[in-house]
């Protein structure tokens, strides 16, 4: 299972700038961000998330996450230049505190 976060050409240049390759190219130009998640992950961002999908047929991705979790998974990345996986376990345990 995964989370992808699509990246405006703006947040694609500064990550690059910093040389924090981790954005895939998809769809003409387009890029974003993969994250491979663990069942248990996948379950606790469910919890969090009430409203996220699991789409687990077609894309294998967790669909309909809040935009203020995937930009404060960004916003960790490019502050703290860490990998995308370790930034994603931040945002949740600062999502669980609020």
């Given amino acids: 299972m995964k989370i992808y ?3 405006s050409e703006e947040m ?8 924090l390759n981790y ?3 998809v ?6 961000i993969e994250i491979e998640l663990e069942q248990d992950i996948v ?5 969090l998330f009430p409203n996220a999908k699991v789409d687990s047929s077609t894309t294998k991705s967790i669909e309909l996450l809040p935009k203020s979790f ?8 490019v502050e703290k230049r860490i990998e995308p996986k370790k930034a994603l ?3 949740i345990k600062s999502f669980k505190g609020k």
């Fill in 23 to 25: 954005a895939r190219e």
């Fill in 89 to 91: 376990l931040e945002a």
């Fill in 43 to 47: 379950e606790e961002i469910v919890k």
């Fill in 5 to 7: 976060i699509w990246l």
């Fill in 27 to 32: 769809l003409g130009g387009m890029k974003r």
């Fill in 70 to 77: 995937k930009n404060e998974i960004l916003r960790i990345i």
């Fill in 12 to 19: 694609s240049k500064k990550l690059e700038e910093l040389g």
